[in-house]
């Protein structure tokens, strides 16, 4: 059996855990609005076209923002399609499908209230720029008075929709983005469009266009020169990253945690070297808005609406897999201040749906949900004495990846073993943070890695209580099973 150790005390603390963590991603791609949150005529839908269904699984998933509407998509969106009642169908050129803007911003402004999630807006700087922002903005948060706010009144909507947080475009970088731009040419419009923003509203959030991936021939180059140009006008910049299993290389897809903390720790010091050199006093947060497991799908070469595709299925060892991320994100928290799960439904998803049928959690759906229930409070820092593995990708890896948070009701203890097939040992002291017992061992594993759950079966994979963990003299034993994620609380 494997072993490893760690030590949890309140002195170590990495500092209060932003809720914002716990967000998702609608985009207009494949199914993920039609038929995935929106479905006139579903037996389950509500009289505004909202599947019930999927607002149920997207309260219990945790969800507490939600980034609208891409994503690719909306470097080439007219956001004024989507409003009023004449809806333009059009051409989206980014996943080659036709639009109707059946559902616009109105409609997921309503949406997220019904869901209880906060907003995240982004604006459309591949063919668009500032004037089109700022009227996006004005229709949105001004109270009314105005041509644009009495527009929003007149579609039936008399209360601002208050949307804090926008996101200065999409993945500039990447060549193919609608309207891609270089270094400096995005830098110069995301300055001018936050400048305009923040004379309409200095109290918004803005999230900067960081690199859509740590493997980008200009990533580093990218975060330096645009926050070189809109530092003082942002306030976060944004990370991009999707894991998979390659070539039978299940070591290396499971270090993906690892991998994504160094791509963080990577741009915090990007970040902080422009600080350095403009002498500023404050400290550019991250938005790690992008994040998931994504396998390759075919795409769509057809113009069809709402194609299936990148319908991915997951299975328990992109659960576990999942699970490390979160633990990643956790344990950079002092600096990772919101974070997106991409996508909500269907498109690279935790829900999955049928048209006219039924809703069901995917296996990634379960660590999301049991991290964003019990993610509240403080983040302790920990920092594992573990048996490694070497990596194809990323060199050694160490076999536990864990965290853990506390506030004033319990501790609880994030934990995945990567191992394939040993489990582990875990002996934690807490004699700092005085815990006397287990209340609770949660654990998602399966004998069968590739098992997945489907409309069929589709609880076939999901958490499941097991007894043993115990403290005694302020050392807590536990026993994580081989390739599995872990919630461990402690009164």
């Not at 949406?111 to 720029?129: D, K, Q, S």
């Not at 006397?436 to 489907?454: I, K, Q, S």
């Amino acid at each position: 059996m494997l072993r490893a150790s760690f030590t949890l005390d309140p002195a170590f603390s990495i500092g209060q855990l932003d809720r914002r963590l716990f967000g998702s991603f609608v985009e207009h791609l494949g199914r993920c609005v039609y038929s995935g949150i929106y479905e006139p005529g579903h037996p389950r839908a509500d009289a505004r076209g909202f599947r019930t269904d999927v607002l149920e699984l997207t309260r219990e998933l945790g969800v507490t923002t939600v980034r609208y509407p891409g994503g690719n998509f909306v470097s080439g969106y007219r956001w004024e399609d989507g409003v009023g009642p004449r809806r333009p169908t059009r051409l989206d050129p980014a996943w080659r499908s036709i639009e109707t803007n059946a559902f616009g911003l109105g409609e997921f402004a309503a949406w997220a209230r019904e869901a209880g999630v906060e907003p995240m807006m982004a604006v459309n700087l591949g063919t668009r720029g500032v004037q089109e922002a700022c009227d996006l903005l004005e229709y949105a948060n001004h109270p009314g008075g105005t041509a644009l706010s009495d527009l929003r009144i007149e579609h039936g909507d008399a209360e601002p929709y208050g949307i804090r947080m926008w996101c200065l475009g999409n993945e500039m970088d990447g060549p193919w983005q609608t309207g891609h731009k270089s270094a400096a040419e995005y830098g110069s419009l995301a300055q001018q469009t936050a400048h305009a923003m923040r004379m309409i509203d200095p109290n918004l959030e803005l999230v900067l266009c960081g690199s859509s991936n740590h493997e980008m021939p200009t990533f580093a180059a990218w975060e330096s020169t645009v926050l070189e140009a809109a530092y003082d006008e942002v306030d976060y910049i944004s990370l991009h990253a999707y894991y998979r299993e390659e070539d039978g290389d299940p070591a290396t897809f499971l270090a993906a945690g690892s991998a994504m903390e160094d791509f963080i720790q990577d741009v915090v010091a990007t970040c902080d070297h422009v600080r350095a050199k403009r002498k500023a006093r404050k400290r550019i947060m991250l938005s790690f808005d992008e994040w998931n497991v994504w396998y390759a799908g075919p795409g769509n070469d057809t113009w069809e609406q709402a194609p299936r595709i990148l319908e991915n299925v997951y299975n328990l060892t992109d659960a576990v897999a999942v699970g490390s991320m979160l633990i990643g994100l956790l344990r950079q928290s002092d600096r990772v201040r919101a974070a997106s799960l991409a996508q909500l439904v269907n498109v690279i998803a935790p829900i999955f749906t049928e048209p006219g049928g039924p809703a069901w959690r995917q296996t990634i759906f379960h660590p999301f949900a049991q991290a964003a229930r019990y993610g509240r409070g403080e983040v302790l820092r920990v920092e594992p004495v573990s048996p490694v593995s070497e990596t194809k990708g990323y060199g050694e890896a160490a076999l536990l990846h864990a965290t853990a948070v506390r506030d004033d009701e319990r501790t609880t203890v994030f934990a995945v073993n990567r191992s394939l097939t040993e489990p582990m040992e875990l002996r934690i002291d807490v004699r700092g943070i005085e815990a006397t017992r287990v209340v609770g061992h949660e654990v998602l594993a399966d004998a069968d890695r590739f098992a997945t759950n489907t409309r069929e079966h589709p609880d076939r994979v999901r958490p499941y209580a097991v007894t043993g963990a115990a403290i005694d003299g302020g050392r807590l034993t536990a026993v994580l099973p081989p390739l599995s994620w872990n919630v461990l609380h402690l009164s």
